[in-house]
């Protein structure tokens, strides 16, 4: 099976690169193979510490942990494991760069990093032009499945309104999860040649599905930007952010092209 990635990204404006708190596995644009392709994008929450760090570990995890013989309970397992390997790290580099942690950022550290995550897994086929996915998401982080200019799927928000400031998140301290635990949705369905799937950070997903509800079709939008690459897409957004229309927060975009047809 054969997919074609493109990730567009883009930090807060007035951000600097280094701020951008989302995460996305892949990292790079291109051509994706096997008979079985993952994918996701995370969210970090800006008041938890390190949580872009955090956003990352579950976004690459997502791309390499076995869902299925494995339970949310052993994902978040891994992902802790991940994330004391990284603190642990994190704090030896502060000292060695004479900066050890300050008694300010003390209960930040102790209450640990919030993400979403949001991740898809394609399988094929061995016959025929269809194949099969499934989706996992804790937060509003969504998915899009788009058949030509027609929106088949979107998960797991539904409507514009859906969005709040208050969104369910993975915490890296296991002691803040228990709801999170509980509120992990998942989806499956299939997929044809030609169809194309859209992974999007919050704020993006919001503007994507209010533009489809009031029948502007931004698919055909962001069809348009796969090819014309960041600067574009960088100029895009901040008339969007300019006119209010897209929330000044870190966007990601993943769109997956799936077999059968090059992307338009």
Same mark, same amino acid.
């Given at each position: 099976?054969?997919?074609?990635?493109?990730?567009?990204?883009?930090?807060?404006?007035?951000?600097?690169?280094?701020?951008?708190?989302?995460?996305?596995?892949?990292?790079?644009?291109?051509?994706?193979?096997?008979?079985?392709?993952?994918?996701?994008?995370?969210?970090?929450?800006?008041?938890?510490?390190?949580?872009?760090?955090?956003?990352?570990?579950?976004?690459?995890? #997502?791309?390499?942990?076995?869902?299925?013989?494995?339970?949310?309970?052993?994902?978040?397992?891994?992902?802790?494991?991940?994330?004391?390997?990284?603190?642990?790290?994190?704090?030896?580099?502060?000292?060695?760069?004479?900066?050890?942690? /300050?008694?300010?950022?003390?209960?930040?550290?102790?209450?640990?990093?919030?993400?979403?995550?949001?991740?898809?897994?394609?399988?094929?086929?061995?016959?025929?032009?269809?194949?099969?996915?499934?989706?996992?998401?804790?937060?509003?982080?969504?998915?899009?499945?788009?058949?030509?200019?027609?929106?088949?799927?979107?998960?797991?928000?539904?409507?514009?309104?859906?969005?709040?400031?208050?969104?369910?998140?993975?915490?890296?301290?296991?002691?803040?999860?228990? /709801?999170?635990?509980?509120?992990?949705?998942?989806?499956?369905?299939?997929?044809?040649?030609?169809?194309?799937?859209?992974?999007?950070?919050?704020?993006?997903?919001?503007?994507?599905?209010?533009?489809?509800?009031?029948?502007?079709?931004?698919?055909?939008?962001?069809?348009? #930007?796969?090819?014309?690459?960041?600067?574009?897409?960088?100029?895009?957004?901040?008339?969007?952010?300019?006119?209010?229309?897209?929330?000044?927060?870190?966007?990601?975009?993943?769109?997956?092209?799936?077999?059968?047809?090059?992307?338009?």
């Amino acid at each position: 099976m054969e997919a074609l990635l493109t990730l567009l990204r883009l930090q807060k404006a007035g951000n600097a690169e280094e701020e951008y708190e989302d995460a996305s596995c892949p990292t790079e644009n291109g051509r994706q193979e096997g008979a079985e392709l993952r994918f996701a994008v995370a969210d970090g929450a800006s008041e938890g510490m390190l949580s872009g760090a955090w956003a990352r570990i579950l976004a690459e995890l #997502h791309c390499r942990f076995g869902w299925t013989g494995g339970s949310v309970e052993q994902f978040l397992e891994s992902a802790y494991g991940d994330w004391k390997s990284f603190t642990s790290e994190y704090l030896r580099g502060r000292e060695t760069r004479k900066a050890p942690v /300050q008694w300010y950022e003390e209960p930040g550290f102790e209450e640990g990093a919030f993400s979403t995550l949001l991740g898809l897994t394609l399988t094929g086929r061995s016959q025929g032009r269809s194949g099969e996915w499934t989706a996992v998401a804790v937060g509003d982080s969504c998915l899009f499945q788009v058949r030509g200019s027609a929106l088949l799927r979107k998960f797991p928000l539904e409507q514009s309104s859906d969005f709040n400031n208050r969104p369910v998140l993975l915490a890296s301290n296991p002691a803040n999860n228990g /709801q999170a635990v509980g509120a992990m949705r998942r989806m499956s369905g299939t997929f044809e040649s030609g169809d194309v799937f859209y992974l999007m950070t919050d704020a993006l997903a919001r503007w994507a599905l209010r533009e489809d509800e009031e029948g502007r079709n931004p698919w055909i939008v962001l069809r348009d #930007h796969a090819t014309r690459g960041v600067p574009v897409f960088g100029a895009w957004v901040a008339a969007l952010r300019k006119d209010r229309e897209l929330r000044n927060d870190d966007v990601t975009l993943l769109r997956i092209d799936l077999p059968g047809q090059p992307p338009d």
